[in-house]
């Protein structure tokens, strides 16, 4: 089964901007991965906001954006706040199956 | 309302089985791609299996193939996932999720232990 990399850990200013990275060990990521983006905080259920490499949902802050960068998938935060301090998880697909990234966890300080 | 409410999750012993059942209200089931996504105390997120609208296609993580089964009953708005063979490393909240991961059920707690 195929691994799915992330930063464990990366820290940000209020007002900043980060970037999330998403990548796959069969080597470059594609659209034709569908790359998922969720954010889980802490004692709650987990929120997709960017589905299909850049597509919001309904919910999704503006400040979010998905797409792909240098043969991963990415999440940029544009003017983070406080509130966007959580875990942050990347899904791709390989052909139906799934696979989760081990999580990137987000201080914003 | 939108939601996924999931049951049958609990304690099991090592090598025993379980079926969890996801109940879908407010969204047009049958014509949903449905997955599992289970998240161990403390850990990560981990996909666990998808299933096609109309159940033909199932895909599972390789840490359940051969143990554990996906199914749908499109009449009853009910996703399921029967869990035989099971390990302590199987103990997790178990999540339904509906296609473009929309929505996310409460999940349901199973605990493998002796």
């Known amino acids: 089964q195929a691994v799915v990399t992330q930063e464990s850990s990366l820290t940000v200013s209020p007002g900043g901007t980060v970037t999330l990275t998403c990548g796959s060990n069969?080597?470059?990521?594609?659209?034709?991965?569908?790359p998922y983006w969720f954010q889980q905080k802490p004692g709650q259920v987990p929120r997709t906001l960017i589905f299909?490499?850049?597509i919001k949902h309904s919910w999704t802050p503006a400040r979010f954006s998905g797409s792909l960068l240098g043969g991963k998938a990415a999440l940029t935060l544009s003017g983070v706040q406080p509130e966007d301090e959580a875990d942050y998880y990347c899904?791709?697909?390989?052909?139906?199956?799934?696979?989760f990234g081990g999580g990137t966890r987000l201080t914003v300080l | 309302e939108v939601q996924l409410v999931e049951s049958g999750g609990g304690l099991v012993q090592p090598g025993g089985s379980l079926r969890l059942s996801c109940v879908a209200s407010?969204?047009?089931?049958?014509?949903?791609?449905m997955y599992w996504v289970r998240q161990a105390p403390g850990k990560g997120l981990v996909w666990v299996s998808g299933?096609?609208?109309?159940?033909?296609?199932?895909n599972y993580a390789d840490s359940v193939k051969g143990r554990f089964t996906i199914s749908r009953d499109n009449a009853k708005n009910t996703l399921y996932l029967q869990m035989n063979s099971l390990r302590a490393e199987d103990t997790a909240v178990y999540y339904c999720?509906?296609?473009?991961?929309?929505?996310w059920g409460q999940g349901t707690l199973v605990i493998v232990s002796s």
């Open positions: 069969t080597g470059a990521v594609t659209s034709g991965h569908y």
């Open positions: 299933i096609k609208t109309d159940g033909t296609i199932t």
């Open positions: 407010g969204i047009p089931f049958s014509y949903y791609f």
């Open positions: 299909d490499t850049n």
């Open positions: 899904l791709l697909s390989y052909r139906g199956e799934g696979v």
């Open positions: 999720v509906g296609q473009r991961g929309d929505p």
